[in-house]
């Protein structure tokens, strides 16, 4: 099965695939392929653009790949926003979509207390076209101690 896990930036997506994927399941995140290709002492969000760069190339790749093996174990894909084009590809492939969001003032204080300041305005553009996700939304996630 393919999950899509979706949600504004520190709203816990990674924290409900945590708590939902198996140790062989696929689990595909943005964040944690950039750490992954970080140098040493890097931030857990690091946003240099060219690293995100690769880790975005890796990612599209991944996601090639591990759409590939749904049948056989769990995919799980962070993607924030999808596009119509995104959404569509989803839904051919018969994607669960999980919405992550325990709350847009929850999220706005993570993202000041713990993001990259660019991070409020993505937050913000995705309340603005909440409107237009098409999924289940997940239950609210109580906050972690961060």
């Not at 090639?64 to 590809?89: C, F, N």
């Amino acid at each position: 099965m393919l999950y899509v896990v979706t949600g504004p930036p520190a709203a816990g997506k990674s924290s409900w695939i945590d708590a939902h994927a198996g140790r062989n399941d696929i689990v595909i995140d943005l964040d944690r392929i950039t750490l992954a290709l970080s140098g040493p002492g890097s931030p857990s969000w690091n946003q240099d653009p060219i690293l995100r760069k690769v880790a975005l190339r890796a990612r599209f790749a991944a996601i090639d790949e591990g759409v590939k093996h749904r049948d056989q174990v769990d995919v799980y894909l962070i993607h924030t926003m999808p596009s119509a084009k995104a959404a569509a590809r989803y839904k051919r492939l018969a994607a669960r979509i999980v919405i992550v969001d325990p709350g847009q003032a929850i999220v706005m204080q993570r993202v000041r207390d713990m993001r990259d300041t660019g991070m409020e305005a993505v937050a913000a553009r995705w309340y603005r076209h909440r409107r237009r996700a098409v999924g289940v939304p997940a239950r609210v996630q109580a906050s972690r101690s961060w």
